[in-house]
Nanobody, 126 residues
Framework: VPLQASGGGLVQPGGSLRLSCVASGFTLDAYAIGWFRQAPGKEREGVSC????????FYADSVKGRVTISKDSAKNTLHLQMNSLKPEDTAVYYC????????????????????WGKGTQVTVSS
């Protein structure tokens, strides 16, 4: 399940970034999809998830109110708009998808998904 994330970079604290993840060979609408991140020396963290089958969108407490996940079905692309970025948001961000849509977003953000794309580095620093 090819997934390609992009849009990372270096941004100052308080700045914004929009990450994108293009899916090829499958339809995002049929999957639960999400964003995860991993900072150096830390465990992977689930950031946000959309599960259309369960009509649910979920955000980790660490990003709630600052991040918006969205899906462009026509372009088969997942986005993550990140605002008011903090140094602690620095990490490699990964998009992921999972066909087991009977699981909740809470489950996926805790346990991960079964298809992963390559990550994109986000660095928040002055």
């Amino acid at each position: 399940v090819p997934l390609q994330a992009s849009g990372g970079g270096l941004v100052q604290p308080g700045g914004s970034l929009r990450l994108s993840c293009v899916a090829s060979g499958f339809t995002l609408d049929a999957y639960a999809i999400g964003w995860f991140r991993q900072a150096p020396g830390k465990e992977r963290e689930g950031v946000s998830c959309i599960n259309t089958s369960r009509r649910s969108t979920f955000y980790a407490d660490s990003v709630k109110g600052r991040v918006t996940i969205s899906k462009d079905s026509a372009k088969n692309t997942l986005h993550l708009q990140m605002n008011s970025l903090k140094p602690e948001d620095t990490a490699v961000y990964y998009c992921a998808a999972d066909s087991r849509t009977y699981y909740s977003c809470t489950y996926f953000l805790r346990n991960g998904m079964n298809n992963w794309g390559k990550g994109t580095q986000v660095t928040v620093s002055s």
